[in-house]
T-cell receptor
Framework: AQTVTQSQPEMSVQEAETVTLSCTYDTSESDYYLFWYKQPPSRQMILVIR??????QNATENRFSVNFQKAAKSFSLKISDSQLGDAAMYFCAYRRGLVGNNNDMRFGAGTRLTVKP | ETGVTQTPRHLVMGMTNKKSLKCEQHLGHNAMYWYKQSAKKPLELMFV???????ENNSVPSRFSPECPNSSHLFLHLHTLQPEDSALYLC??????????????FGAGSRLTVL
């Protein structure tokens, strides 16, 4: 079974600084997708960034980028120029890419990010 | 709001009550999900309805009963719950495709407290 591990229950960063959130996963599949979701306090969970395992290039979305190390099964999220609005729970998620029943998205336990002004 | 609406946002119920959580999406998605979010634990997938097929996590107790009358609506019927069932219940939807790239859109969640 695929598992997703986020080893940092809590992280903090100074406003305008850079922070990296860690995520590792365990799978025997070669085709899969990885995601980072953000859940602000009392608000909906939204997608931050997505990475296809077959792509070697790391995904980027404005101030958010990932460091995808397929051999190490590592998928960290880097937030540059942190803003107060980045404070949230961040969840790493995995979904296999097989055709057919691929609805089982696996999530980590989350990392709570605090941004200090 | 991102297109997936959950009601009620907060629910307090006794162990003998029967209540239901409702989820509605108008995104044209054809798959809907219930997740349970407990503190310091990974999100737990409870049920999936995809193209009228139901997939469930076998570890979910029978006191949780889903219903999906159409592709836009999803319910979670609650009966004889236990205090450990207190959690945030998240509904999500997606467009089912042949690959794993489809992104989930989540609702804001229903915070359930069982006394």
């Amino acid at each position: 079974a695929q598992t997703v591990t986020q080893s940092q229950p809590e992280m903090s960063v100074q406003e305008a600084e850079t922070v990296t959130l860690s995520c590792t996963y365990d799978t025997s599949e070669s085709d899969y997708y990885l995601f980072w979701y953000k859940q602000p306090p009392s608000r909906q969970m939204i997608l931050v960034i997505r990475q296809e395992a077959y792509k070697q290039q790391n995904a980027t979305e404005n101030r958010f980028s990932v460091n995808f190390q397929k051999a190490a099964k590592s998928f960290s999220l880097k937030i540059s120029d942190s803003q107060l609005g980045d404070a949230a729970m961040y969840f790493c998620a995995y979904r296999r890419g097989l055709v057919g029943n691929n609805n089982d998205m696996r999530f980590g336990a989350g990392t709570r990010l605090t941004v200090k002004p | 709001e991102t297109g997936v609406t959950q009601t009620p946002r907060h629910l307090v119920m006794g162990m003998t009550n029967k209540k239901s959580l409702k989820c509605e999406q108008h995104l044209g998605h054809n798959a809907m999900y219930w997740y349970k979010q407990s503190a310091k634990k990974p999100l737990e997938l409870m049920f999936v309805y995809s193209l009228e097929e139901r997939v469930e996590n076998n570890s979910v107790p029978s006191r949780f009963s889903p219903e999906c009358p159409n592709s836009s609506h999803l319910f979670l019927h609650l009966h004889t719950l236990q205090p450990e069932d207190s959690a945030l219940y998240l509904c999500a939807s997606s467009r089912k495709t042949s690959g794993g790239a489809n992104v989930l859109t989540f609702g804001a969640g229903s915070r359930l407290t069982v006394l």
